[in-house]
């Protein structure tokens, strides 16, 4: 997961698409789909739980 890795990083969402050669539609298409199959209604949340704080949900 590309995109969430530049996002713990510290990369907004358009430049963790720069540094992707992807567009920004296409990062916030990758955050919500990850956030859809995990079942979790934010980004916050996302993140939260590809950092390992949150533990509910599948594995990565």
């Known amino acids: 997961m590309d995109v969430l890795e530049r996002l713990q990083a510290g990369d907004s969402q358009e430049a963790a698409g720069r540094r992707l050669?992807?567009?920004?539609r296409?990062?916030?298409?990758?955050?919500?789909?990850a956030r859809d199959r995990l079942g979790l209604k934010s980004?916050?949340?996302?993140?939260?739980?590809?950092?390992g704080w949150?533990?509910?949900?599948?594995?990565?």
């Open 43 to 51: 980004s916050f949340q996302l993140m939260a739980w590809f950092g």
């Open 21 to 24: 050669g992807v567009s920004d």
């Open 54 to 60: 949150l533990k509910e949900t599948a594995e990565r």
């Open 26 to 33: 296409m990062v916030q298409r990758a955050v919500r789909e």
